[in-house]
């Protein structure tokens, strides 16, 4: 006779966090509204052939007139804990000078709504949206930016520091410095040397450092502040003493100029060597905020690169992947669910990071149709299940990971991929704007009830 008792993993500790994710340009719509400024994704999306069928975000989800409806359905899928950024364009339309009430008036309301609902908001500072504004004077490429991030920060923490206390810096540094001006596939699309994307990295790190001073300064009791990196993720291909030192030893030089440079509070030899004349131009005082101490690491995570070790006298190999290997629609999301126990496993036992949090971690695919009033999107929920194993593994060999935020709450604008790529658990019909959780957020409502795999 079968055995029809089913036994849950062991559950996620108490204190583990689950949330999801969201972004302020790729949600809210209102693009001109209420004094908003443009931003450099506003500016880009309107170039023709730079964005999937010439969407703008002008609309998006609407998330701006329907925030309460949203966040009640957050609400009776169980969530408590949702990530979302701050539209800097919303509150200093020009990056600098006058300051828009009408944008800290949004703010206000919305976290009012997450209030009533009972949902905890984890800030983000920046999440892509600069203002045209400041592109036009130079953008990353300037310390102008880094001043106005400075002022930016100090006037959003100020603001919202008595109702906040989970703050994030900036998302994914290399997405709006190397994409964004060295290959221009994402806002504002410039391709410029090597040596001026290094120094949009290093302006990056700076305002990473301002956004932890606003916090420390302005943030109130119980704030805390840490920074959100898509690193470079190596995976062993076996977990042998060799492979693992071999993908160790990537991950130290492939994650040099940010957490390296964060960590060891300037650049390392070994990166400085490799760019050369190209190094960025760093000021005295630069690293002393750069390196000021943060509460927590968030890690965006979705691939990663296998790495051996090496077979021609080399440290390490780094191997590319077949043409079928299994991948989402997004051309770059090749399924590597190990990549999130490697990622969280790495930085707490190179860089000594104790406490991760999971920023994101999700899939994105383009035809989710609702029928007869579902979607069944078994390939998320296969995705969802496979890294959260993942993420229990890690806690359960004593890697501090304290919360996982699933990417992303709704389908919504997918940078340069438009409304086509959707990464939602919720669907999102961008036409009508109705809302259908998926059977992928069915799933995780389960999850964060049991606080288990299953």
């Known amino acids: 006779m079968i055995d029809t008792t089913f036994t849950y993993s062991s559950p996620f500790p108490d204190t583990f966090v689950f949330g999801v994710a969201a972004a302020s340009a790729q949600i809210e719509g209102a693009a001109f509204t209420d004094g908003k400024g443009e931003s450099i994704w506003d500016h880009f999306s309107r170039i023709p052939g730079k964005v999937a069928n010439g969407d703008t975000l002008d609309v998006a989800c609407d998330h701006y007139h329907r925030f309460d409806e949203d966040f009640a359905l957050m609400a009776s899928l169980g969530v408590k804990h949702y990530r979302l950024s701050i539209g800097w364009p919303r509150i200093f339309p020009q990056g600098d000078g006058e300051l828009n009430p009408a944008g800290l008036a949004f703010y206000h309301r919305l976290f009012d709504s997450m209030d009533r609902h009972g949902i905890t908001p ?10 045209q504004s400041l592109e036009e004077r130079g953008g990353w490429t300037s310390r102008v930016t880094v001043d106005a991030f400075a002022r930016y920060a100090d006037t959003v923490v100020r603001e919202f520091g008595h109702r906040v206390k989970n703050w994030i810096t900036l998302n994914e540094i290399r997405c709006f410095t190397m994409l964004a001006y ?9 391709r410029e040397s090597a040596a001026v994307v290094n120094q949009t990295f290093h302006h990056a790190l700076l305002c990473h450092g301002h956004g932890v001073r606003a916090v420390r300064a302005f943030g109130g009791e119980g704030a805390r502040v840490g920074l959100t990196d898509n690193c470079d993720v190596s995976v062993p291909v076996t977990e042998s003493p060799a492979d693992i030192a071999a993908a160790e030893a990537w991950f130290l030089d492939k994650n040099l100029h940010v957490l390296g440079a964060i960590h060891g509070k300037g650049y390392a030899p070994a990166y400085l060597d490799r760019v050369g004349a190209d190094a960025p131009r760093v000021e005295p005082g630069d690293f002393d905020l ?19 070790a090496g077979r021609s006298g080399e440290r390490y190999d ?18 590597v669910p190990q990549a999130i126990y490697w990622a969280t496993r790495m930085c707490h036992e190179l860089y000594g990071h104790d406490a991760i949090y999971i920023t994101e971690n999700g899939c994105g695919y383009n035809d989710e149709r609702v029928v007869n009033g ?6 998320r929920r296969d995705y969802l299940r496979n890294h959260l194993r993942e993420v229990h593994r890690a806690i359960a060999d ?28 919720v669907h999102c019909d961008f036409e009508t704007q109705v809302r259908t959780p998926k059977l992928s957020a069915h799933y995780y409502t389960d999850v964060m009830r049991t606080r288990t795999v299953l």
């Open 182 to 190: 060295g290959y221009g596939t994402k806002a504002p699309g410039r």
């Open 290 to 308: 750069i390196g000021l101490p943060t509460d927590f690491l968030g890690l965006n995570i979705y691939t990663a690169t296998y790495v051996r």
């Open 122 to 131: 984890w800030v983000t500072l920046f999440h892509w949206d600069l203002p």
């Open 398 to 425: 004593g890697v501090p990971v304290d919360g996982y935020f699933l990417w992303s709450f709704i389908d919504n604008y997918e940078w340069e991929d438009g409304y086509q790529r959707r990464f939602g658990i």
């Open 374 to 379: 579902e979607v069944i999107d078994l390939h």
């Open 318 to 335: 780094a191997l590319s992947l077949p043409p079928n290997y299994p991948r989402a629609d997004s051309a770059w999301l090749h399924l």
